[in-house]
C-alpha cells in the first residue's frame, strides 16, 4: 500500500474524466462552506456543470468566485481481520478555482452537449434543445491548481 501524489497532469485529468460525479465547494457571504455533488464535465481544461439559473451556488460564485472542485473514484476496499490493515485503493484530484455562470450560447450549449454525450455514452441522444439551453444554468470552472493522490497496491 502506498499513498503518493499524482504530480503528472494527464494522470489528473484522466482521473477527472472518468469519475463520475464531482463536489462544488463555495464559500457563503457569512463565510460557511457549502458543498454540493455535481454531474460534470472536464472539457477544454476547464469544468462544466449544469444547475439551476438561481440558488445558493449562484449567490455563492457572485460573492466570491473562488471555489474548490473535487473528484474521487474508489478502485477497491481493502477488508482484513483487523481494523489496522482494512483500506480504501482510490484516485483523488482537487481542483481550486474561479467559477462564473456561462452566458455565452454557445459554450453553453457546447458544455451541456458534452456533459450530456458524458452521461449517456453509447446511446443516440439528440443535443440540448434551444429551450433547454435557454433555461439551464451553466457553471464553469477555470482552474487555477490542480492536485492529485491516489493510494494503491
Same mark, same amino acid.
Given at each position: 500500500m502506498s499513498k503518493q501524489w499524482i504530480t503528472?497532469?494527464?494522470e489528473m485529468e484522466a482521473i477527472l474524466n472518468e469519475a463520475v460525479?464531482?463536489?462544488f465547494a463555495t464559500v457563503?457571504?457569512?463565510?460557511?462552506?457549502?458543498?454540493?455533488?455535481?454531474?460534470?464535465v472536464y472539457y477544454q481544461d476547464k469544468i462544466y456543470f449544469h444547475c439551476a439559473l438561481i440558488g445558493k451556488k449562484l449567490d455563492n460564485i457572485a460573492h466570491n468566485p473562488r471555489v474548490c472542485f473535487e473528484v474521487y473514484i474508489i478502485d477497491r476496499l $481493502?477488508?482484513? #481481520? &483487523?481494523a489496522?490493515?482494512?483500506?480504501?485503493?482510490?484516485?483523488?484530484v482537487i481542483v481550486n478555482g474561479r467559477a462564473k455562470l456561462?452566458?455565452?450560447p454557445k459554450t453553453k450549449l457546447n458544455a451541456?452537449? $458534452?456533459?450530456? #454525450? &458524458?452521461?449517456?455514452t453509447g446511446h443516440n441522444t439528440a443535443p440540448p434543445s434551444d429551450e433547454c439551453t435557454r433555461v439551464t444554468g451553466v457553471v464553469e470552472i477555470e482552474i487555477d491548481e490542480m492536485t492529485g493522490k491516489k493510494n494503491v497496491d
Open positions: 503528472d497532469r494527464s460525479v464531482g463536489s457563503c457571504p457569512d463565510g460557511s462552506p457549502y458543498v454540493v455533488t455535481v454531474n460534470y $481493502v477488508i482484513a #481481520a &483487523k489496522d490493515d482494512a483500506s480504501v485503493r482510490y484516485r483523488s456561462v452566458t455565452d451541456l452537449t $458534452v456533459l450530456s #454525450a &458524458k452521461y449517456t
